[in-house]
């Protein structure tokens, strides 16, 4: 059996090798290519390798290459810091034995946590390793709504971005990018623990529905954190335009703190508080049902 980690290493190369194309590493592509990108030739020639070599590390067969053989790769397929940071982790994963399935229990928040996202006076929420929503403030259900009537399996940032029945907003200029980010931060998750049932689950759902995330998550982009600017369209307040920056709490991964903020003094903070005035407003005297 494939070791899980050498998987993803193979695919993560196969992926970077079909973004370059053969102008960006100075080669002339020579007529019809079959391929996207540079062949495994190619770039084993630039990397110093045998093309034998590397078609075993993509395939994912028993390789353990030297962090000279990772450097020289890295080089060759113009892997940015945190790219490069990603090929090592997955390679040294791949060096060791497969570990002993694990039992794998539930996230927890720590209290501090919990009153840390209570003190906030903005939107702030805790996001799982692998994007489940686990907990968040009265703030931030003002801002995304109450996500407190999904089923606890359904409260995954992935899923909820690829519902089409709930997600009105594809047609944002933002969208991919943002899912590209979330997308990143599971292909972080997986890189660390790639047997993982929560990970198998979603990326398992998402790839078997969605023709938009199976073209995404094979572009395997990975994130460590991220952070970014939305619009949210609110029919109550108008556009607010927010920065938003995810925190990592103790783990590897672990869970992350993400946090909305408006610029002090602007539009849009004047904006989120009164959203947030509303909400609570609606919290104190919720409306009662018509017979």
């Known amino acids: 059996?494939?070791?899980?980690?050498?998987?993803?290493?193979?695919?993560?190369?196969?992926?970077?090798?079909?973004?370059?194309?053969?102008?960006?590493?100075?080669?002339?592509?020579?007529?019809?290519?079959?391929?996207?990108?540079?062949?495994?030739?190619?770039?084993?020639?630039l990397a110093g390798l045998s093309t034998d070599y590397y078609?075993?590390?993509?395939?994912?067969?028993?390789?353990?290459p030297s962090d000279d053989v990772l450097d020289a790769l890295a080089g060759a397929l113009a892997l940015d810091d945190e790219e490069r940071r990603h090929l090592f982790a997955l390679a040294r994963a791949a060096r060791r034995p497969v570990a002993p399935r694990v039992d794998h229990g539930?996230?927890?928040?720590?209290?501090?946590?919990?009153r840390l996202l209570r003190a906030l006076a903005t939107p702030a929420l805790v996001l799982g390793r692998h994007l489940?929503?686990?907990?968040?403030n009265a703030h931030a259900e003002a801002l995304l709504g109450d996500p407190a009537g999904l089923p606890a399996d359904r409260l995954n940032m992935l899923l909820?971005?690829?519902?089409?029945?709930?997600?009105?907003?594809?047609?944002?200029?933002?969208?991919?990018?943002?899912?590209?980010?979330?997308?990143?931060?599971?292909?972080?998750?997986?890189?660390?623990?790639?047997?993982?049932?929560?990970?198998?689950a979603v990326v398992g759902e998402l790839t078997i529905r969605s023709a938009e995330f199976r073209r995404l998550w094979a572009r395997h982009d990975v994130r460590e954190s991220v952070s970014g600017t939305k619009t949210f369209r609110l029919p109550e307040v108008g556009d607010?335009?927010?920065?938003?920056?995810?925190?990592?709490?103790?783990?590897?991964?672990?869970?992350?703190?993400?946090?909305?903020?408006?610029?002090?003094?602007?539009?849009?903070?004047?904006r989120l508080d009164l959203l947030a005035s509303l909400h609570a407003t609606r919290s104190a005297h919720p409306r009662k049902h018509v017979p």
């Open 160 to 200: 909820l971005m690829f519902d089409d029945t709930r997600t009105g907003d594809r047609t944002c200029a933002d969208w991919e990018r943002q899912a590209l980010d979330y997308i990143g931060m599971m292909h972080a998750a997986v890189a660390a623990d790639p047997t993982h049932p929560r990970a198998t």
């Open 106 to 114: 539930p996230e927890q928040v720590p209290e501090g946590t919990r």
């Open 1 to 45: 059996m494939t070791q899980p980690h050498a998987r993803e290493l193979g695919d993560f190369l196969r992926a970077r090798r079909g973004r370059l194309q053969p102008r960006d590493v100075g080669l002339e592509p020579g007529g019809r290519r079959k391929v996207t990108g540079l062949r495994r030739e190619e770039l084993a020639l």
């Open 132 to 136: 489940d929503l686990l907990d968040w």
């Open 55 to 64: 078609q075993r590390m993509e395939q994912g067969r028993e390789v353990r």
């Open 240 to 270: 607010v335009v927010l920065h938003w920056d995810t925190y990592p709490l103790p783990g590897s991964p672990g869970p992350v703190v993400l946090v909305f903020t408006a610029e002090p003094g602007s539009a849009d903070a004047d």
